[in-house]
T-cell receptor, first 113, second 116 residues
Framework: KAGVTQTPRYLIKTRGQQVTLSCSPISGHRSVSWYQQTPGQGLQFLFEYFSETQRNKGNFPGRFSGRQFSNSRSEMNVSTLELGDSALYLC????????????FGPGTRLLVL | AQKVTQAQTEISVVEKEDVTLDCVYETRDTTYYLFWYKQPPSGELVFLIRRNSFDEQNEISGRYSWNFQKSTSSFNFTITASQVVDSAVYFCALSDPKAAGNKLTFGGGTRVLVKP
């Protein structure tokens, strides 16, 4: 079974721009979660989507948003990029929502200049 | 609030030595799950093990073993006879049962370097 895939793998943007990252979960998985990883803050939960509905949201500004499609694929969007948004963005999928084991993708490394 | 602490930031060992990674967690919940993930240089987090708070039986899976002690809120992980391929950052994580859906709180990670 194919794992979680994320596109693009690497991205360079400038301050003020917006970016959209994509995540395809493992086949049959209906929950997708997003995490941000930075050297300073470590791994932090962004949000989770299940059945096209946001189930939970971490402590991030409204510039960070996401959505999930009927095929469980998910996108996250960051608007008005700031230098501090440079990070590895990891997507994880699980069968359902609620303390399920999450399986992670390879991540998208975003650099904001 | 939930918190996971991995006090060891980096461990360096020679191949075939055993490595034990410490993890201490804080939670007010009585039911929760604990996880260990491995992050090799490629960046992907690889799931290793999961334990629920009601199961304190310690197990061994291949070269991996874990010691879960609810009384001390610790969930330590051991790699036996380490190999160079074990070099990675290891993360301990705690589920949040009060949060709707899936949400993990991660520790800061322990970098393991296995030298040949």
């Amino acid at each position: 079974k194919a794992g979680v895939t994320q596109t693009p793998r690497y991205l360079i943007k400038t301050r003020g721009q917006q970016v959209t990252l994509s995540c395809s979960p493992i086949s049959g998985h209906r929950s997708v979660s997003w995490y941000q990883q930075t050297p300073g803050q470590g791994l932090q939960f962004l949000f989770e989507y299940f059945s096209e509905t946001q189930r939970n949201k971490g402590n991030f500004p409204g510039r960070f948003s996401g959505r999930q499609f009927s095929n469980s694929r998910s996108e996250m969007n960051v608007s008005t990029l700031e230098l501090g948004d440079s990070a590895l963005y990891l997507c994880a999928s699980s069968l359902a929502s609620g303390e399920e084991t999450q399986y992670f993708g390879p991540g998208t490394r975003l650099l904001v200049l | 609030a939930q918190k996971v602490t991995q006090a060891q930031t980096e461990i360096s060992v020679v191949e075939k030595e055993d490595v034990t990674l410490d993890c201490v967690y804080e939670t007010r919940d009585t039911t929760y799950y604990l996880f260990w993930y491995k992050q090799p240089p490629s960046g992907e987090l690889v799931f290793l093990i999961r334990r629920n708070s009601f199961d304190e039986q310690n197990e061994i899976s291949g070269r991996y073993s874990w010691n879960f002690q609810k009384s001390t809120s610790s969930f330590n992980f051991t790699i036996t006879a380490s190999q160079v391929v074990d070099s990675a950052v290891y993360f301990c994580a705690l589920s949040d049962p009060k949060a709707a859906g899936n949400k993990l709180t991660f520790g800061g990670g322990t970098r393991v370097l296995v030298k040949p």
